[in-house]
């Protein structure tokens, strides 16, 4: 019998895309989906017709409804999360709820229903959070790192990548949105972000659950690309309206800081920033990698840039 996988948020686009690839390669016996959305578990349900899948109603922030939906599971995702930096500054409370307070339900639950293995999803925005979205996961990370203090035989672990190329609310269906009426608003020229399908995404995930320990902050190798590089390669001929760098907008992203690089290892495809406090063990977690010396890991200084090719690949624009 294969493991039984409970996956928080799992009607947004990440949980979407996990299914898919999860169902095509008989990954899972069970996957439980649990959110609060009713329509899009329809919906999902729909899509994909399959006995291996169970929807389950319910918030990160009920503690009592995810030791139920827990039950007998071997595995946690965790993607649920306030992610809209403007919501979240407009409704800071509810976004602590979530994204800190759910976090902490999802690991009491983990240990007291006894999980094996817990990966919870961060976000480059954790690394030098300018905003309450990224103040709350940097938090998130924080507590699901330590929580292997707590636990005797549940391990949890997070993954923290940059932007997801085509996932709801990021730039790609903007612009392909804005490419209909010719004009293209960009906050600043200057920008660059990191970049990764939402497919490398997931098998990245799937991969850390296979081989984590507990304690890892895990940060896959992948590109950068400039905001006008990425406008040019959708709509080349479309006019450029600078509008201003957003609040709680950075120009650069970063996904390790020049203080998590001392303590990080490298590997050929990703990055494991070890914990600096792992209480929870006598012996320092040995991932088989070699000392990082790349010190900060930004957009802007990286040495993998996306090409304006690949990106029409990725996202199915015809060349």
């Not at 990954?27 to 439980?32: E, L």
């Amino acid at each position: 019998m294969g493991d039984k996988l409970f996956l928080s948020g799992g009607t947004g686009s990440f949980g979407q895309a996990f299914v898919d690839i999860a169902l095509r390669e008989d990954r899972y016996d069970i996957i439980r989906i649990y959110s609060r959305s009713e329509f899009l578990q329809d919906e999902m349900n729909k899509k994909f017709n399959d006995s291996r899948l169970r929807f389950l109603i319910g918030d990160v922030r009920d503690k009592s409804r995810l030791y139920r939906a827990m039950t007998d599971i071997d595995i946690v995702c965790h993607t649920a999360a306030l992610k809209q930096i403007p919501t979240a500054e407009y409704n800071p409370y509810e976004t602590v709820k979530t994204n800190i307070d759910g976090a902490m339900n999802v690991i009491d639950a983990s240990i007291d229903m006894g999980i094996k293995k817990v990966v919870a999803l961060s976000t480059d925005k954790a690394c030098l959070p300018c905003n309450l979205y990224g103040a709350t996961k940097l938090v998130a990370e924080k507590l699901f790192t330590q929580a292997n203090v707590y636990s005797k035989d549940t391990r949890f672990s997070c993954v923290r990548y940059g932007n997801v190329l085509g996932s709801r609310g990021s730039i790609v269906p903007l612009f392909l949105k804005q490419k209909e009426g010719g004009v293209l608003t960009i906050t600043d020229e200057r920008m660059t972000r990191f970049w990764i399908s939402l497919e490398q995404g997931v098998h990245f995930v799937m991969d850390r659950l296979d081989n984590m320990q507990g304690g890892e902050i895990f940060v896959p190798k992948i590109p950068s690309m400039k905001i006008t590089d990425m406008a040019d390669a959708i709509a080349p001929d479309a006019i450029i309206k600078i509008t201003g760098i957003r609040p709680g907008e950075k120009l650069h992203e970063v996904l390790i800081t020049e203080e998590e690089s001392t303590h990080t290892m490298e590997l050929d495809k990703y990055f494991v920033v070890l914990p600096e406090y792992p209480f929870w063990s006598d012996d320092k977690l040995d991932v088989g990698g070699i000392p990082t010396k790349i010190g900060k890991y930004a957009s802007d200084s990286n040495g993998w840039w996306l090409t304006k090719e690949e990106l029409k690949a990725m996202i199915g624009i015809k060349t």
